[in-house]
């Protein structure tokens, strides 16, 4: 057995057990689990996982300095895969999990009382593409100088979206079972595909950064299309072996059991009561089975019924929704992305947990073929006008683009709305409290055209007002009294002061972009 003695809290340990036992099925057919108590007392039961060649591994991450005892028993019973132990556990200065607060800040604090602003990439096959020799670390580095701190990550990797976005950079098989997609073996796991994402969830977890571990891909494909293969008894075995590598992580901010969860149980895309209540047992399983108490999550297709509605049953069983509402993405109306403030009020009508606005569509890259048709008019502007309108209804943000999203892997450049996303997590993390500041629309009137309202957030005071205007014009506004206005560019970062304009009615900046669309700005008024 090989086993830590000393660890620094909140850090990953590893314990190691041997077998000398011939095992038919060793992934299917062993079962080990760890009981770590703390020095004060509160237990935690850890699942084990299969490594290959006799070993099997637990992983733990300690939350308390002091001296900790563990027991680890087998079913069946083998001595080798058993036993008892203590260890020390230092104290060390350290952010700590994530964890959601719904009502406080923008919904995720630190354990350390940090409260967080969330900037992310949508690079769903990032484990594939670490495994099939891509510049994952040069990507992640990149992304991280711009403030990107959050990443959404399946473990199941996709060869193909509807209706032509076939991945053709695939150079290793990514099949994480045995057998093949055509005759599968779920009791057996890809172990030099594992041991990769090992890596590369290590290398995040030393960067600081978060991933949102989606558990089970489109549930278009297979198996999770087709349930009857893919039974609840192969579900759990699949789910217990990703929380036993990887629920140690503190890089594991979020559990997501499957992407777009309305696709249960067969691969149609709608909403049905059915995939309402496996949500809820889905999530209680895992809050049982995972003991380091990440954050649960659920990803949705369907904007509507609103969540409080669907989760009503079990209203905390459910800590979090990455939201996704694309907006306008037609020709005229794709760069304005209309209509997702208002979607977000309504989706969340009631609502009591967290959420963030984790998918509004992937910023195309004219330089490839058009393989998703939905994907055309997202262009620049639309995940600019996308994320001020997220964050402008008080969520942090998850973007995406088709260098990195899936069916393509274009490591090495970005595409013109990432600087564009590094304005707004400047403006929000340096420039302003963001946590300080709520949706306060009261603070506009009039009349609008579509997708040209003005929207506001505000401190509790109204101190500190900030006003997004998405395409220009006039608007009337009440601030309060403020005497200090100033114009913040979201395409720049640059500031300027307002000294001409002190009454309520406000005018932003004329002017229009290179596809002659007027340009947006953000008002920023203090007293």
Known sequence: ????????????????????????????????????????????????????????????????????????????????????????????????????????????????????????????????????????????????????????????????????????????????????????????????????????????????LGIEMIMEGWGFEFPFNHRAWFTPEWEELWMRYLIARYDAYAAVHFWTPLNEYEYYPNGDWHHKPAADRWALWIARWIKRTAPHGHVLSMHNGPVMPPFAERFHADPEAVDAIMFQEWGARDRDNGWLATGIEEQIAKSFKGWRGSAIFAEWGYERNPDFYLKLPSHEFCDRSHTRRSAWRGVMSGLGIIAGFENSWAPWMELGTDQPGVADLDVVQRFFRNDVPFADLLPANDIVSGDYQQGTRPLALANADRSLIIVYFPAGGAASLDLNGATERSWFDPRTGATTPIIDQNGAEITAPAGADEDGHPLDAVLVARH
């Open 1 to 208: 057995m090989k086993e830590p003695s000393v660890l620094p809290r909140r850090s990953v340990g590893e314990w190691q057990f041997t077998s000398t036992r011939a095992y038919k099925a060793p992934f299917a057919d062993v079962r080990i689990d760890g009981v770590f108590t703390s020095p004060s007392g509160q237990e935690f039961v850890m699942p084990g996982f299969h490594d290959g060649d006799g070993v099997w591994k637990l992983r733990f991450n300690p939350g308390e300095a002091g001296r900790w005892t563990y027991r680890v028993a087998s079913i069946p019973h083998d001595p080798e895969l058993s036993g008892e132990g203590r260890f020390e556990v230092s104290e060390r200065e350290t952010r700590g999990f994530l964890k959601a607060t719904p009502g406080k800040a923008w919904g995720f604090h630190y354990e350390n009382g940090e409260p967080v602003f969330f900037l992310g990439d949508t690079v769903y096959d990032l484990f594939g593409m670490a495994y099939c020799g891509g510049d994952v670390e040069g990507f992640l580095k990149r992304r991280e100088k711009c403030g990107f701190n959050l990443f959404r990550c399946r473990l199941p990797i996709s060869r193909f979206h509807p209706p032509e976005g076939y991945s053709d950079w695939h150079t290793k098989r990514l099949w994480p079972w045995g057998g093949s997609e055509t005759s599968p073996r779920f009791d057996i796991f890809n172990l030099d595909y594992f041991r990769s994402v090992d890596e590369t969830v290590a290398l995040m977890d030393g960067m600081g």
